[in-house]
């Protein structure tokens, strides 16, 4: 981009001017300051490119390899002699153990499977700063033993309770400090979050941004690089680079100003006009990115007030019923046992194979552990439509077992196609299978989370459909704008990870 360092605050204010007036707020705004982050890939510190060209070096060049073993052989993990639990020897880090479960909603009324079992709570946190004002998000890039690319961009503090503990005898975990000590800065987010209930039990991770500020100086380790949110959402469009933890973080982030001074509704033409105008916006505006400017702004009117959607929310938690209890993994039908994993006896879902890490920049050099493997990539898809000039995400209520409180929110597609026929596909699955002339505005391949899951990556659509698609609600189903899913976020173990994933790829240009 062709802009002088010291005239970037004065391009940054000029716009943030333009969009008081458009958007209807008055003051600071930290959503405005996200906003304006999003809207922009210019970067003193590393292109985006270039962050590209580094993420590949490191797979080229850094020792980091993982090797599948057998299961029964991993060191300092035991099958439990009463359980047949698999359990590490320190009684920390996580379990798998067996779950039964029993519910009226749903095609299998009842069934037991593996789960992992991980009581504590993982931190994921990114440090953010101000720079000319332009916000940047400090991201590292980490390796896990799961991920199909080793190298992702992953949050600047990504631990579970035990890691940075110590637990494991190994290294300090870098800007812990931050987050959990003195030092922390202001805080724009701090929520909990659930993750996979299909394979977690009760399993969340604390989401956090923390603000430093502006004069404060922090030194920037060699894994660690400033980027902008913009160019995290690029990259984010490119299959399997930022990883779930930072997609979790991010999909918190509301761009809408947290006060309006009306609640006139905002004028697109006006909007664009105000963008288009500013050197700082680094890309083309599009009409989807409109629209979901229009879409997560308080003045838009939505088809549901937020209250109605709780109320339907606390409406289907009672009309669910599930009965799920711990059991021995020993006792759990349909799944067999050999040295080499713990697999489906009809080949579905998941297993759960052994491996062998070498590595020489985690917090220990080597180490094994059991990983879930799933079979199939699956598909975590969003319906989109404008509906009385305002888009809307087709949402539904999904129960799993091992959900805190029974149902969460899900995207309109959430499913492993491999697992059904084509006579029990989930409702609107095959509108993702074979797409017609409805416009796709993402479709990319997004990593599972690397510590648990083996090479998992899962294909992320977002398709807008034409007024010819019903408004009806089925069963477990609801319309929302974009302002209420960033609202609903903020009630812990209510959106699920995989609607933050495809919320956090939905680029604002």
């Known amino acids: 981009m062709e802009l ?24 600071e705004s930290k959503n405005v300051d996200f906003y304006i982050s999003a809207l922009t890939e210019y970067n003193p510190f590393y292109s985006t490119d270039e962050i590209v060209r580094w993420l590949s070096s490191l797979n080229t060049r850094q020792y980091f390899t993982v090797e599948q073993i057998l299961l029964r052989s991993i060191q300092k993990w035991r099958f439990h002699p009463g359980t047949g639990d698999l359990e590490h020897e320190s009684g920390g880090f996580f379990s798998i153990r067996g779950l039964k479960v029993k519910t009226n909603v749903g095609s ?15 931190l994921l946190g990114i440090i953010a700063k101000k720079i000319n004002g332009i916000l940047y998000f400090l991201l590292q890039a980490k390796a896990e033993p799961g991920n199909i690319n080793t190298y992702q961009l992953s949050p600047t503090v990504q631990a579970t309770r035990s890691n940075y503990t110590k637990l494991h005898g190994g290294k ?17 987010i701090d929520q909990l979050q659930s993750e996979q209930g299909a394979r977690f039990l009760c399993k969340r991770n604390r989401n956090m941004i923390i603000r430093l500020g502006d004069d404060e100086v922090i030194t920037v380790q060699p894994y660690h690089r400033w980027l902008t949110l913009g160019q995290i959402q690029t990259l984010i469009q490119r299959d399997n680079i930022v990883n ?15 006060r309006v001074t009306t609640f006139e509704t905002i004028n697109p033409t006006a909007l664009r006009e105000a963008l288009e105008s500013s050197p700082i916006v680094t890309k083309l505006i599009n ?22 959607i709780l109320q339907k929310i606390t409406q289907a938690k009672c009309n669910v019923t599930i009965e799920r209890r711990l059991i021995p993994l020993s006792e759990v039908e349909g799944w067999i046992q050999t040295t080499d994993e ?23 050099p080597s180490w094994d552990q059991p990983i879930v493997k799933q079979r199939h990539p699956g598909i975590v898809a969003f319906i989109a439509k404008e509906i009385n000039g305002v888009l809307h995400f087709l949402v539904q209520l999904k129960m799993e077992g091992g959900l805190m409180d029974i149902l969460e929110i899900a995207p309109t597609v959430q499913c492993i196609p491999e697992n059904y026929n084509a006579h029990t596909l989930p409702r609107y699955t095959e509108k993702f299978l074979g797409r017609g002339k409805d416009a796709t505005i993402v479709d990319v391949y997004q990593s599972e989370e690397g510590g648990r899951f083996y090479q998992e990556s899962n294909r ?49 240009t």
């Open 244 to 258: 779930m933890d930072t997609r979790s973080v991010i999909s918190h982030i509301n761009f809408a100003p947290e």
């Open 4 to 27: 002088e360092a010291q005239n970037i605050k004065k391009t940054v204010d000029v716009l943030y001017r333009h969009l008081q007036k458009v958007l209807h707020f008055s003051h």
């Open 287 to 308: 009409e989807f990115a409109i629209s979901l400017a229009v879409s997560s702004h308080p003045s838009s009117p939505a088809l549901h007030t937020t209250e109605e």
């Open 460 to 508: 992320n659509i977002v398709m807008v459909a034409d007024q010819n698609f019903s408004d009806a609600e089925p069963p477990f189903f609801f319309w929302a704008s974009l302002q209420q899913l960033k609202e609903l976020i903020k009630f812990n173990n209510l959106i699920n990870v995989e609607t933050r994933s495809l919320l956090s790829c939905l680029k604002m």
């Open 342 to 364: 713990i697999a489906h006896a009809g080949q579905k879902y998941f297993s759960i194979i052994g491996v062998r890490v070498y590595a020489l920049d985690r917090e220990i």
């Open 172 to 188: 300090s975990t870098l800007y812990l400090e931050h987050f959990l000590g003195g030092r922390r800065g202001a805080v724009l």
């Open 108 to 122: 299998i009324p009842r069934w037991s499977q593996p789960i992992i079992c991980q009581p504590e709570i993982g």
